[in-house]
């Protein structure tokens, strides 16, 4: 069974950085696209990052130049850097992995930018 973890969530401050981790299991990790989604309070979940099966990357606006999307594909891991954060980037972080026609998804992870 596809099964995906989150982790590195929590309370920083604004202008502060938080990576986020995701495991994934149950599927050949290595072959597929990997992204960063949230959802905040109140509003619509978005796409903040995607990374392919050959490391071509994809930013939000809202996000680019401060989050970096990477992956081990060693560790079976897709990393989510984030620098300069902002109170509007609380949100819970979940990562997906579009596996073809379906879609699965991790518990998620709760970010918090507040001082």
């Known amino acids: 069974q596809v099964q995906l973890g989150e982790s590195g969530g929590g309370l920083v401050q604004p202008g502060g950085s938080m990576r986020l981790s995701c495991a994934g299991s149950g599927f050949t990790f290595r072959l597929y696209t990997m992204a960063w989604y949230r959802q905040a309070p109140g509003k619509q979940r978005e796409q903040v990052a995607s990374?392919?099966?050959?490391?071509?990357?994809n930013y939000a606006d809202s996000v680019k130049g401060r989050f970096t999307i990477s992956r081990d594909n060693a560790k079976n891991t897709v990393y989510l850097q984030m620098n300069n954060l902002k109170p509007e980037d609380t949100a819970v972080y979940y990562c997906n992995a579009p596996l073809g026609t379906r879609h699965y998804w991790g518990q998620g992870t709760q970010v918090t930018v507040s001082s």
């Open positions: 990374v392919t099966a050959t490391y071509n990357t």
